[in-house]
């Protein structure tokens, strides 16, 4: 997978819960969400990929994320060769606890490929536990 304007070529690992019942990608990986009916990046549905801004105060592989804009293109990349490309329909910045029950993320989607990027975000500070209170999230579909 790769991001137009944020520079970010990586490769998306999938990947369910953490052990603590999160979605944590680990240090220096995209994550592609395989729960809760989560489809594969680019196929007709609802794909998450997660991955870090910073990880324990050193930049990560989404740190420039929070440069990526609508009308920027999300690319996805196939073992065959394929690429395809979606448009960033809208960037925002959500409360954790928001996140977990956004519609656009985990609810039901039969009608478009919809790729919807996730990282954590400091314009809500950080939590009792020193966890962001926030994510940035990109959304791409057609």
């Known amino acids: 997978m790769s991001l137009t ?11 369910g819960l953490s052990a603590g019942g999160t979605v944590s990608p680990p240090q220096g990986q995209v ?21 870090h801004v910073s990880y324990r105060g050193v930049p990560d ?13 999300v690319r996805v990349g196939y073992r065959d060769g394929t690429v395809m490309k979606l448009p960033v329909k809208r ?18 989607n039969g009608s478009t490929r919809r790729v919807v990027l996730i990282t954590c975000d400091d314009t809500y500070g950080y939590r009792p536990d020193g966890h962001r209170a926030a994510n940035y999230v990109v959304v791409a579909e057609s």
């Open 5 to 15: 304007s944020a520079s970010i070529h990586h490769p998306v690992i999938p990947q």
């Open 61 to 73: 592989v989404f740190a420039d994320l929070h440069r990526v804009q609508p009308g920027d293109l």
């Open 91 to 108: 960037t925002e910045i959500v409360d954790k606890g928001e996140l977990q029950y956004s519609a656009t993320v985990w609810g039901e």
């Open 31 to 51: 994550i592609w969400f395989t729960g809760y009916r989560r489809v594969e990046p680019g196929h007709l549905g609802t794909a998450v990929i997660a991955g």
